[in-house]
Nanobody
Framework: QVQLVESGGGSVQAGGSLRLSCAASGSIARIPTMAWYRQAPGKQRELVAGITSRGSTNYADSVKGRFTISRDNAKNTVYLQMNSLKPEDTAVYYC???????????????WGQGTRLTVSS
């Protein structure tokens, strides 16, 4: 019913910047929260940043001051602007959204397919 499609990953040198995008589509009534997670090789998936429909945000300590999450509610799209990238930011980044669909008042968790970021030193 709902698809999340990410874009914007790639390879960048340390200190560089990159912006990820994630567009949600389908039978969407509203999206209370959207977030970015990442999973580095050999590590568990971790929350990078989250944002509510009203614009409240939260960040992992490791990215505070470097990453900025934002969203366009009209487009059901969330962005992650990543600056001052470090090799330890290398991971697969996943878009996540808690979506209320039009056919039921109950929300459900959705994930994108992931986009890879590689930061070289």
């Amino acid at each position: 019913q709902v698809q999340l499609v990410e874009s914007g990953g790639g390879s960048v040198q340390a200190g560089g910047s990159l912006r990820l995008s994630c567009a949600a589509s389908g039978s969407i009534a509203r999206i209370p929260t959207m977030a970015w997670y990442r999973q580095a090789p050999g590590k568990q998936r971790e929350l990078v940043a989250g944002i509510t429909s009203r614009g409240s945000t939260n960040y992992a300590d490791s990215v505070k001051g470097r990453f900025t999450i934002s969203r366009d509610n009209a487009k059901n799209t969330v962005y992650l602007q990543m600056n001052s990238l470090k090799p330890e930011d290398t991971a697969v980044y996943y878009c996540n959204a808690w979506v209320v669909v039009t056919t039921t008042p109950v929300g459900e968790d959705y994930w994108g397919q992931g986009t890879r970021l590689t930061v070289s030193s």
